[in-house]
T-cell receptor
């Protein structure tokens, strides 16, 4: 049973517009949510995170929104740039000593001119 | 941000061979992780370590083994490679209390023929 779901495998956005990537989860015990960006043949790069006690976190062009009642989070990128084209993974942590992360299957974002 | 290294980046090897994938980090992080990822799929945790001489199996069963005799080094070994082991292997590390953020190496793309 997949605990973190990214139901959109791909998204195409014009440069300068907003990109919205979505993620749903099932486990209410998750205490942190993270977004990673991955280019082909590279490891994931951390983008932004949010604690379960917050509903919004912003860092430059990136904003993450958390809706606990809907068990849903989203990543907004504005304005989108061609260099943002990559696969974006949502991840969740249940905490404890290990800090284990559970990942979604990713959404491929393409930003075109 | 952590500096974390993986070698080799790419490996093509025949069935039955023994292989070791290297992972090193220079930030003194206590926690280290190995993930396996197939194209279009989520990252699956296969091993993790709290610190020296501590290793645990992850959520995805794997025939690989790991060791942690130095804080900075977390190698993964396959005693007898099989085509089913073909995948990307990603190493990560994290610092306790750092908001669950894990920093990833560039990965090793393993192909077993």
């Amino acid at each position: 049973d997949q605990q973190v779901k990214q139901n959109s495998p791909s998204l195409s956005v014009q440069e300068g517009r907003i990109s919205i990537l979505n993620c749903d989860y099932t486990n209410s015990m998750f205490d942190y949510f993270l977004w990673y960006k991955k280019y082909p043949a590279e490891g994931p790069t951390f983008l932004i995170s949010i604690s379960s006690i917050k509903d919004k976190n912003e860092d430059g062009r990136f904003t993450v929104f958390l809706n606990k009642s809907a068990k849903h989070l989203s990543l907004h990128i504005v304005p989108s740039q061609p260099g943002d084209s990559a696969v974006y993974f949502c991840a969740a942590s249940i905490g404890g000593n290990t800090d284990k992360l559970i990942f979604g299957t990713g959404t491929r974002l393409q930003v075109f001119p | 941000e952590a500096d974390i290294y993986q070698t080799p980046r790419y490996l093509v090897i025949g069935t039955g061979k023994k292989i070791t994938l290297e992972c090193s980090q220079t930030m003194g992080h206590d926690k280290m992780y190995w993930y396996q990822q197939d194209p279009g799929m989520e990252l699956h945790l296969i091993h993790y370590s709290y610190g020296v001489n501590s290793t645990e199996k992850g959520d995805l069963s794997s025939e690989s083994t790991v060791s942690r005799i130095r804080t900075e080094h977390f190698p993964l070994t396959l005693e007898s490679a099989r085509p089913s082991h073909t995948s990307q292997y990603l190493c990560a590390s994290s610092e306790f209390g750092a908001g669950r953020v894990q920093y990833f190496g560039p990965g090793t793309r393993l192909t077993v023929t």
